[in-house]
């Protein structure tokens, strides 16, 4: 299957402060991009949709303001958690999609934990 | 909407046995495709085993394979031979070709030694 990876798979912060996390496709295009949020022992759960170049689409009771989504080229997308919360630490996934096959299989990342200070 | 129901928060097995996890859904398509995804403590998303709608035959992968019941709305997976690599959280997750994953809550599976 295909590679998608995140960086980093890591990060503590102090709260007030903005992380960002990167997710790479390393050997297709994505022309769509996936942010998931998963709490220990839970499903994911889907943040918001992107399409390269285009603006976000964010799931309802996702707030785009403090989650910034970036899909500025076909296999980089970026997440931008602003002013960041206690209540924002978690695990955060991202996926890839080609838009090839009947179905436009998603390939995960291995995921970014952030906990917020 | 379409909806996934994993009704087994919990399951385990002993290793070298056989255990089926449930996975009902719920769509007014007549089309969609199936999949389980497993999730290891590593937390990386992987792709177990997918089935077409359209596709009558159960789908098969080495130790993996799937009971699918379209006119229940019923998508099991069965792991024979069960080794201690499975334990993990498995998702059940359905798509249509236009739209995004929907997955179940998931069944954390333990296979004890």
């Known amino acids: 299957g295909a590679v998608v990876s995140q960086h980093p798979s890591r990060v503590i912060c102090k709260s007030g402060t903005s992380v960002k996390i990167e997710c790479r496709s390393l050997?297709?295009?994505?022309?769509?991009m996936f942010w998931y949020r998963q709490f220990p022992k839970k499903s994911l759960m889907l943040m918001a949709t992107?399409?390269?170049?285009?603006?976000?689409?964010?799931e309802q009771g996702v707030e785009k303001d403090k989650f910034l989504i970036n899909h500025a080229s076909l296999t980089l997308s970026t997440l931008t958690v602003t002013s960041a919360h206690p209540e924002d630490s978690s695990f955060y996934i991202c996926?890839?999609?080609?838009?090839?096959?009947?179905?436009?299989?998603?390939?995960f990342g291995p995921g970014t934990r952030l906990t917020v200070l | 909407a379409q909806t996934v129901t994993q009704s087994q928060p919990e399951m385990s097995v002993q290793e070298a046995e056989t255990v089926t996890l449930s996975c009902t859904y719920d769509?007014?398509?007549?089309?969609?495709?199936l999949f389980w995804y497993k999730q290891p403590p590593s937390r990386q998303m992987i792709l177990v085993i997918r089935?077409?709608?359209?596709?009558?035959q159960n789908a098969t992968e080495n130790r993996f394979s799937v009971n699918f019941q379209k006119a229940a709305k019923s998508f099991s997976l069965k792991i024979s031979d069960s080794q201690l690599g499975d334990t993990a959280m498995y998702f059940c997750?359905?798509?249509?070709?236009?739209?995004?994953?929907?997955f179940g809550e998931g069944t954390q599976l333990t296979v004890n030694p």
């Open positions: 996926s890839g999609g080609s838009g090839r096959g009947s179905y436009n299989e998603q390939f």
């Open positions: 050997d297709f295009q994505a022309t769509t």
């Open positions: 992107s399409n390269e170049g285009s603006k976000a689409t964010y």
């Open positions: 769509t007014s398509e007549s089309n969609y495709y």
């Open positions: 089935q077409e709608a359209y596709k009558q």
């Open positions: 997750a359905f798509k249509t070709s236009g739209s995004r994953l929907t």
